[in-house]
């Protein structure tokens, strides 16, 4: 069993920029991928990125990539993620997770943990 607490949301305008993090419990968050999700009101959610326990193999949506960098600190047991150059489509709430994964990172159902969310606004 892992918590996992996201921080760093909030509102700010097109081309602007938010850093994410991912604070995680426990003394496995080494052992765990992780990734991004977030959800629009009324949407399902979608992926948005992912990285391998190492920090060596890095997945992003389509609609993020080239914007978007994850990293981790695994002696921090934290995981970021930069968002440059935000569009109101960027708008949702923001989901970490994590589990024992070493293929399906963007696939929302295999990942065991999630955190709480957090709300990240991007206004025209």
């Known amino acids: 069993q892992v918590q996992l607490v996201e921080s760093g949301g909030g509102l700010v305008q097109a081309g602007g920029s938010l850093r994410l993090s991912c604070a995680a419990s426990?003394?496995?968050?080494?052992?765990?991928?992780m990734g991004w999700f977030r959800q629009a009101p009324g949407k399902e959610r979608e992926f948005v990125a992912a990285?391998?326990?190492?920090?060596?193999?890095?997945y992003y949506a389509d609609s993020v990539k080239g914007r978007f960098t994850i990293s981790r600190d695994n002696a921090k047991n934290t995981v970021y993620l930069q968002m440059n150059s935000l569009k109101p489509e960027d708008t949702g709430v923001y989901y970490c997770?994590?589990?024992?994964?070493?293929?399906?990172?963007?696939?929302?159902?295999?990942?065991?943990?999630w955190g709480q969310g957090t709300q990240v606004t991007v206004s025209s």
């Open positions: 997770a994590g589990g024992s994964l070493y293929s399906g990172y963007t696939k929302k159902g295999n990942y065991p943990y």
């Open positions: 426990g003394r496995t968050f080494s052992t765990y991928a």
């Open positions: 990285i391998s326990r190492s920090g060596g193999t890095i």
